[in-house]
């Protein structure tokens, strides 16, 4: 849908998510006919917070048009059982639950859905490219990574989407000719348009409990990619993901082989650098060689296993290599944080928690099988730490209540070791717990407890 296709209708927003504070000048200014707000916190299953932004003024720009200052308070509050009778077209926030069966209902008798990600790529100057980049680990770093790579060949790029900067919003270059969107599976699932390239970075699973199972998140994802009967002109897509690569079986995609690194450098940030260098060469930047690749991957990426500063040279935990991985929030990510470890022979320690969202851990289970006992322990967190650990097959040495407190709980276990070093790695494989903010809210908190370490 693009943004005109509201004017004279009967709008119902879904939530006052990020997506939908920034979106909501621009959907006024389309002139529906009713707009009214379905709050989100009320609604059984909904991945949003309260809608604590309600009574703040909010903003909007579209490519440089005009400015409107509305304010959520002043829309009608309904609930979903009355949104359903009168809506025409619902615009949801990405984390609101798509799948109520009052709204496949409504769905079901002609009502129209889509998100502000949908609604702003839909009025996109056509002169625009975009790049889509999805995948269920390594979409964020490759994002990030595409930005790094473009802007070094001497390409005006904007990022924004997922990664933390609302389509809608100012805070980004969104009149560049080229613009790189980070789309998640929940802004994926009402995409109504195809980019010029897509990238899939991996698939497997997470947000099962939200999309309802594997098929239609794999479904939902795979949106990104084609819908409505067209594809993106290019499809890119990593050797080193089998199911990836066998979802974009049906498309001419380009398939990466990603250079190989030492075993200092995770091969998983590898890859992501090598999509994105495929990217770059297919906006026109030139081919960039394995050793600019491998440069790119390792830069600097926190919550991306990212190795952070440590405590000072007099500290006895100053051998220990503490790594930031805040970002991994299923167990396909951590498996794969663990794989790179495992490669370096050394006392590792895990700290594993995060919100709970029925996803399996077999990926998980299956890299902790292939540890030598003692050599991999685990300090869990809240919410499901413990259980995750279980299902995994984990050994858990103690359980914290919080990130700082895990950190010091992990340290000690290392030094207890016979060995010098090891690894104190924080890779939750699962979402950041509400009250505990977002997962740069938990990177920080890493970050700053190792930090402290005395």
């Not at 195809?194 to 998140?217: K, N, Q």
């Not at 040495?397 to 924080?426: H, K, R």
Request: net charge negative; charged share 15%; glycine share 8%.
């Amino acid at each position: 849908m693009k943004l005109d296709d509201l004017t004279q209708q009967r709008v119902v927003l879904l939530g006052m998510g990020t997506d939908m504070q920034a979106a909501l000048g621009a959907i006024l200014a389309a002139h529906p006919a009713e707009i009214s707000l379905v709050d989100e916190a009320a609604t059984q299953g909904s991945e949003m917070g309260s809608r604590a932004s309600a009574h703040s003024g909010l903003q909007s720009e579209l490519h440089g048009g005009s400015t409107i200052h509305p304010t959520a308070e002043h829309l009608p509050l309904i609930s979903i059982d009355e949104a359903v009778e009168t809506a025409q077209v619902f615009v949801r926030s990405p984390g609101f639950p798509k799948y109520l069966p009052q709204l496949v209902s409504a769905m079901e008798r002609g009502a129209l859905m889509t998100t502000p990600l949908d609604l702003w790529v839909g009025s996109l100057d056509p002169s625009q490219r975009v790049v889509a980049v999805t995948g269920t680990k390594g979409k964020t770093t490759t994002t990030d990574l595409i930005g790094h790579f473009a802007t070094e060949a001497g390409l005006r790029v904007g990022l924004a989407g997922n990664i933390g900067i609302p389509v809608f919003s100012s805070a980004w270059d969104s009149a560049a000719p080229i613009l790189v969107l980070e789309i998640s599976s929940y802004q994926a699932a009402d995409l109504q348009h195809v980019p010029a390239i897509a990238v899939l970075t991996s698939l497997t699973e997470d947000h099962l409990d939200w999309h309802g199972g594997v098929e239609r998140y794999h479904a939902d994802k795979l949106r990104v990619l084609s819908n409505n009967g067209s594809a993106a002109k290019v499809i890119i897509v990593s050797a080193d993901s089998p199911k990836a690569l066998a979802a974009t079986a049906p498309f001419d995609s380009v398939v990466v082989v990603p250079p190989h690194s030492a075993a200092a450098l995770p091969q998983q940030r590898v890859q992501n650098a090598a999509l994105a260098a495929e990217v770059v060469f297919q906006l026109g930047g030139g081919r960039m060689t394995e050793q600019q690749i491998l440069a790119g991957a390792a830069r600097s990426m926190p919550g991306r296993l990212d190795e952070c500063p440590g405590p000072s040279a007099e500290s006895p935990a100053a051998a220990i290599k503490f790594v930031d991985d805040a970002l991994a929030s299923n167990p396909s990510a951590t498996a794969a944080g663990l794989a790179w470890a495992r490669q370096l022979a050394v006392p590792t320690v895990l700290i594993l928690g995060g919100t709970e969202r029925g996803v399996a851990a077999r990926p998980l289970a299956e890299e902790a099988a292939q540890w030598a006992p003692r050599q991999l322990l685990t300090v869990t967190v809240p919410e499901n730490g413990a259980s995750l650990a279980d299902r995994s097959g984990l050994e858990v040495t103690a359980s914290a209540e919080s990130v700082e407190e895990a950190v010091q709980i992990g340290v000690a276990a290392l030094l207890a070791q016979d060995s010098a070093g090891g690894i104190l790695l924080f890779s939750p494989a699962a979402p950041t717990p509400r009250a505990a903010g977002n997962w740069q809210d938990r990177s920080a908190s890493f970050r700053k407890a190792v930090l402290e370490l005395s």
